[in-house]
């Protein structure tokens, strides 16, 4: 089992920044890839950024040139910096990570963009 801990989200005005992390737990057996989800009211849960041991990363579209995924192996930490928010991102964000056949997800922390 892995147990991931969200922290980071909150309120903030459009055009602002906001930084998440996601820890995982010591006891934790080797993690592969690392992510981030979100969902919005009444939408899908979607991809917003995975990365992988080696940190190659994707973005979705919508998030390219403004969010910025990483991760510090030896802290079990995946991070991503928000930047340029707006209203739209708002969301609950989700972390996700992978070891060996299993997925494993964090309780989710709020995003919210408005003025």
């Known amino acids: 089992q892995v147990q991931l801990v969200e922290s980071g989200g909150g309120l903030v005005q459009p055009g602002g920044s906001l930084t998440l992390s996601c820890a995982a737990s010591r006891n934790s057996s080797d993690i592969y890839g690392m992510g981030w989800y979100r969902q919005a009211p009444g939408k899908q849960r979607e991809l917003v950024a995975e990365i992988s041991r080696g940190r190659s990363a994707i973005y979705a579209d919508s998030v390219k040139g403004r969010f910025t995924i990483s991760r510090d192996n030896r802290k079990r930490t995946v991070y991503l910096q928000m930047n340029s928010l707006k209203p739209e991102d708002t969301a609950v964000y989700y972390c996700?990570?992978?070891?060996?056949?299993?997925?494993?997800w964090g309780q989710g922390t709020q995003v919210t963009v408005s003025s």
């Open positions: 996700k990570a992978d070891s060996g056949a299993s997925g494993y």
